[in-house]
């Protein structure tokens, strides 16, 4: 199993928001692209208010 592939209690909007951040950047990180939102296979590109196939609902703790 991946060191990164395992299961976290949410607590918060700040942990599911952090997280999402994070995942954005990862391909910016890895160099495969050079902003968030260039990577076709991700969120960023909605959060961007960019076209994209994928359709992303994101669910926040009331």
Do not use: C, T
Request: charged content about 25%; cysteine-free; hydrophobic content about 40%.
């Amino acid at each position: 199993m991946a060191r990164w592939l395992h299961a976290e209690f949410v607590y918060s909007n700040f942990f599911i928001k952090e997280n999402i951040n994070n995942i954005h950047k990862k391909p910016v990180k890895e160099k495969a692209v050079v902003n968030e939102e260039d990577y076709y296979f991700s969120s960023g590109r909605n959060h961007a208010g960019l076209e994209n196939d994928q359709e992303v609902v994101v669910l926040f703790m009331e």
